[in-house]
């Protein structure tokens, strides 16, 4: 009786351990992609048969069939309306056709040629996790039996890892890898994963650990935008940058030369020879003198002043009313000048303020009230110069005299004259007008 207990639970121990050790994973096997360019279709379509078949001599996994997976991919095409997946080869067709046939893991593999020798790259990647859990890589020289020779190597390595001992896997538990998409609508962005670049061109995927890590967008242009996200599962993250405002050079000052000093050189005086005294001749006798002229203007005679006649006067007393009218106008326009140059110069105090989504729209509001202030400067102006001209008309009308535009001689004042001739005097007078 004790034996059949013993029996029963040893039975009941070797159990758990025979499934777990039967448990198979169901993989599917994605088609080989020549990333060279160089290899033939048709030989690239029997390494993926091949390789397909040496997976499933392994008896390591499960290997989907080829037409139930030729036939999913058809309907992912079928529903997404997406062209681009007729040959799947990138990971955003190839993960959500594995995930579409249940598999729990996908074989995929790529030939590149590099240095003289070409390669063929297999990764596993884990559905579940949408990370690559292993990979490997052989060499060939590109001939259809090179390419057979590392197939067989890769399957090879396979085995072998999967027969590894106990003893070498290690004891610390591996960190968890998790694919994170990031998409942008900026041009020309790239990105930054703890420091690191992770991707030039974007939409792409990124494999990181489970955890907390900085990424850092940038673009020329562009403000950079770096958060610390924790990643506890693959997942989308789509950023857009905001602009840089436009930086507004200064005018260029322009440094007139001063005028050199002219120095003016005093011109030589010429040396002027002694002149020889004469001798002192004796006084003549006195003569007598000579009549004296004596000249004095008489004023014109006084009488009633001619009445001025003005054409014009009403007309230039409305063109200067015209001309304040306009000057005012001027002065309003200077006023709005100053009145937007300070909202404009509010809003872009308070800029960075505001939320990274309104200051684009803050931007440009500082920008209309730019405008508005430019031109409200070109009116004030305008309003100046005509308001300036206007006046000047006014008061050239309000003043003219009919009597300007005619021609006559300057009259001039009577003259009074009186002559001495020593005993006698002689006055006459001359008038003329």
Same mark, same amino acid.
């Given at each position: 009786? +004790?034996?059949?207990?013993?029996?029963?639970?040893?039975?009941?121990?070797?159990? /758990?351990?025979?499934?777990?050790?039967?448990?198979?994973?169901?993989?599917?096997?994605?088609?080989?992609?020549?990333?060279?360019?160089?290899?033939?279709?048709?030989?690239?379509?029997?390494?993926?048969?091949?390789?397909?078949?040496?997976?499933?001599?392994?008896? *390591?996994?499960?290997?989907?069939?080829?037409?139930? %997976?030729?036939? +999913?991919?058809?309907?992912?095409?079928?529903?997404?309306k997406k062209e681009s997946y007729q040959e799947c080869f990138d990971k955003n067709c190839q993960?959500?056709?594995?995930?579409?046939?249940?598999?729990?893991?996908? *074989?995929?593999?790529?030939?590149?040629?590099?240095?003289?020798?070409?390669?063929?790259?297999?990764?596993?990647?884990?559905?579940?996790?949408?990370?690559?859990?292993?990979?490997?890589?052989?060499?060939?020289?590109?001939?259809?039996?090179?390419?057979?020779?590392?197939?067989?190597?890769?399957?090879?390595?396979?085995? #072998?890892?999967?027969? #590894?001992? =106990?003893?070498?896997?290690?004891?610390?538990?591996?960190?968890?890898?998790?694919?994170?998409?990031?998409?942008t609508a900026t041009p020309g962005a790239t990105l930054s994963v703890d420091g690191k670049e992770?991707? +030039?061109?974007?939409?792409?995927? !990124?494999?990181?650990?489970?955890?907390?890590?900085?990424?850092?967008?940038?673009?020329?242009?562009?403000?950079?935008?770096?958060?610390? &996200?924790?990643?506890t599962e693959s997942r989308l993250i789509k950023w857009d940058l905001v602009a840089n405002a436009?930086?507004?050079? @200064?005018?260029?000052?322009?440094?007139?030369? +001063? $005028?050199?000093?002219?120095?003016?050189?005093?011109?030589?005086? /010429?040396?002027?020879? $002694?002149?020889?005294?004469?001798?002192?001749?004796?006084?003549?006798?006195?003569?007598?003198? =000579?009549?004296?002229? &004596?000249?004095?203007?008489?004023?014109? $005679?006084?009488?009633?002043?001619?009445?001025?006649?003005?054409?014009?006067?009403?007309?230039?007393?409305?063109?200067?009313? !015209?001309? =304040?009218? !306009?000057?005012?106008?001027?002065?309003?326009?200077?006023?709005?000048?100053?009145?937007?140059?300070?909202?404009?110069?509010?809003?872009?105090?308070?800029?960075?303020?505001?939320?990274?989504?309104?200051?684009?729209?803050?931007? %440009?509001?500082?920008?209309?009230?730019?405008?508005? =202030?430019?031109?409200?400067?070109?009116?004030?102006?305008?309003?100046?110069?005509?308001?300036?001209? #206007?006046?000047?008309?006014?008061?050239?009308?309000?003043?003219?005299?009919?009597?300007?535009?005619?021609?006559? @001689?300057?009259?001039?004042? /009577?003259?009074?004259?009186?002559?001495?001739?020593?005993?006698?005097?002689?006055?006459?007078?001359?008038?003329?007008?």
């Open positions: 009786m +004790k034996k059949i207990w013993v029996l029963l639970l040893a039975a009941l121990i070797a159990l /758990p351990l025979f499934a777990a050790e039967q448990k198979k994973f169901k993989i599917a096997v994605m088609d080989v992609e020549d990333l060279s360019g160089t290899l033939d279709p048709n030989l690239l379509k029997s390494a993926t048969e091949y390789l397909r078949s040496k997976l499933v001599a392994t008896g *390591l996994y499960v290997v989907i069939d080829k037409t139930r %997976q030729q036939e +999913k991919l058809k309907g992912i095409i079928k529903d997404s993960i959500p056709l594995g995930q579409a046939l249940a598999a729990d893991n996908i *074989l995929r593999s790529s030939i590149t040629f590099f240095g003289g020798m070409y390669s063929i790259a297999t990764e596993l990647v884990d559905l579940a996790k949408e990370a690559t859990v292993a990979g490997l890589v052989a060499d060939f020289d590109g001939s259809p039996k090179g390419m057979r020779d590392a197939i067989n190597k890769i399957i090879d390595d396979m085995l #072998a890892q999967s027969k #590894a001992p =106990a003893t070498a896997i290690k004891t610390a538990a591996e960190p968890e890898t998790l694919a994170v998409q990031f998409e992770a991707c +030039k061109k974007i939409p792409c995927f !990124v494999d990181v650990t489970k955890g907390t890590h900085t990424f850092e967008l940038k673009a020329a242009g562009h403000q950079t935008r770096k958060e610390s &996200v924790a990643i436009p930086v507004v050079k @200064p005018a260029p000052v322009v440094v007139q030369p +001063k $005028p050199q000093p002219v120095i003016v050189q005093p011109k030589p005086q /010429p040396k002027i020879a $002694p002149q020889p005294v004469a001798k002192a001749e004796p006084a003549p006798a006195a003569a007598s003198p =000579a009549p004296v002229e &004596v000249k004095k203007d008489v004023p014109k $005679p006084t009488g009633p002043e001619p009445e001025v006649d003005r054409p014009y006067l009403w007309w230039g007393v409305g063109t200067l009313g !015209v001309a =304040a009218a !306009v000057f005012g106008v001027a002065w309003y326009f200077s006023a709005e000048v100053g009145s937007n140059l300070d909202k404009r110069n509010d809003l872009m105090q308070d800029y960075y303020s505001y939320p990274i989504a309104q200051r684009p729209e803050v931007y %440009q509001k500082a920008l209309d009230y730019e405008d508005k =202030a430019k031109f409200n400067d070109t009116m004030r102006i305008v309003m100046f110069s005509v308001s300036g001209a #206007a006046a000047v008309a006014g008061t050239v009308l309000a003043i003219w005299q009919s009597d300007w535009s005619q021609s006559e @001689p300057t009259p001039e004042s /009577p003259k009074v004259s009186f002559y001495f001739d020593g005993s006698s005097v002689y006055a006459g007078a001359s008038f003329s007008y």
